[in-house]
């Protein structure tokens, strides 16, 4: 009698301990997320992001599904795919997508690509740059330019992916250091933004293969650190944060970023405006699942409230709104603006940065005359306000 009483005891235990288990893993279902509970776009802003799709297809046909539903759940307008191995499966994926297009130009050692919403982006034009061989160092893959409109407001994005490695010490003696080569990659972008795009919205993102946060000796962006009024790294905040956030786990480090110039510096600010490393193996079983079916490299997003106007004041074109001449100067820079019902602010900036003068409460339509007598030679900034919202930033140089 005993022993059939302890053998119910034990049964007894045993279903509840079952029974345990089974609310557990019902409790646990409720709480796990998967691709279907991913978002980031919205109606209301422009989204874009870079995307480093590690050899796509990764892992074949599940690799395809996995990157087709994730593209569907982010709902974004614009992505920068790097990484493209198969084109013939990326252009079927896409073609099986609604409301999606593709476009890529190369093949070559994994192509840069991009995947958009032809309800939300019209694309004017789709091309590449540095395509001939004195720069086929320092840009292995050449960079993809984008110039699109989004609610008729136009804006470009460039997509890169720089050579990979180093020992984190830049060279700039030895050109075929894979530091320098992604210094001489950084530098001829400015200088193509500054050339071609110098009063546009402006993305630069892609996978940089290097950190934003090296000292100033070793930091292949530096050139654009050092222009804090025409350039930002919209995802520095990242790069300094916490490694758990960065878009590339498997170091752990933060290589894939996405750069803006001043035209959307207000945008930015916008209170609906985020950027974010999107950790889509948060929706998937675990990180290996990702890094084995998807990618080793997290995607990075950015969306944007945009403001119509580039000069957010609604004049196109900016040269009969603020003028500055003569520039250079040597005695007298006159300052002219034309914009209705405002009262001005007009902010002089050092080439580092620093403020180094206010000229406060002009009136639209007026001259004003400045003084650069006080101004060592060299290129300044004077950036326009209205209500402490800035409106453009002009160059001028200082000459004596």
Excluded at 98 to 109: A, G, N, P, V
Excluded at 303 to 318: L, Q, S, V
């Amino acid at each position: 009698m005993l022993k059939q009483y302890l053998l119910l005891y034990k049964i007894s235990c045993m279903k509840k301990v079952l029974l345990g288990l089974l609310v557990m893993m019902i409790f646990n279902s409720f709480l796990a997320q998967n691709l279907s509970d991913l978002s980031f776009g919205t109606d209301s802003t422009f989204e874009v992001l870079t995307w480093n799709i590690e050899w796509f297809p990764k892992n074949g046909q599940t690799t395809v599904n996995y990157v087709a539903q994730i593209i569907e759940e982010l709902d974004v307008d614009v992505m920068a795919i790097q990484e493209v191995d198969d084109t013939t499966v990326f252009k079927q994926m896409i073609d099986d997508l609604e409301d999606y297009d593709y476009f890529f130009k190369s093949s070559y050692f994994a192509g840069l690509a991009y995947i958009y919403n032809n309800q939300s982006v019209v694309v004017d034009d789709i091309y590449e740059i540095y395509t001939s061989q004195p720069y086929w160092s320092p840009f292995p893959r050449s960079p993809v330019v984008m110039e699109l409109s989004y609610l008729n407001e136009e804006l470009i994005v460039i997509n890169n992916h720089f050579k990979c490695c180093g020992d984190g010490v830049l060279n700039l003696s030895d050109s075929g250091d894979e530091e320098s080569r992604r210094h001489i990659a950084s530098t001829l972008l400015k200088q193509y933004i500054d050339t071609y795009f110098p009063n546009k919205r402006v993305f630069m993102l892609g996978d940089l293969n290097d950190i934003l946060t090296d000292n100033q000796s070793n930091n292949v962006f530096q050139m654009y650190l050092d222009d804090p009024l025409n350039y930002a790294f919209a995802d520095m905040n990242i790069a300094i944060g916490a490694s758990n956030g960065w878009s590339y786990p498997s170091w752990p480090s933060h290589l894939d970023h996405i750069l803006i110039s001043n035209e959307l510096f207000a945008d930015f600010g916008n209170t609906n405006s985020v950027i974010e490393v999107i950790k889509v193996d948060d929706y998937m079983a675990s990180w290996s699942a990702y890094d084995n079916n998807v990618s080793d490299h997290r995607p990075v997003g950015i969306k944007m409230a945009i403001t119509p106007g580039m000069n957010r004041a609604g004049y196109a074109d900016e040269e009969s709104a603020f003028k500055i001449y003569p520039n250079p100067v040597s005695e007298t820079l006159v300052f002219k603006c034309f914009i209705d019902n405002h009262s001005l602010t007009i902010n002089i900036y050092d080439l580092q940065g620093n403020l180094i003068d206010v000229v406060g409460n002009v009136p639209s339509g007026h001259e004003i005359m400045y003084t650069v007598s006080d101004l060592a030679p060299g290129v300044y900034y004077a950036q326009f306000l209205a209500n402490n919202n800035e409106l453009v930033i002009k160059r001028f140089m200082v000459l004596r």
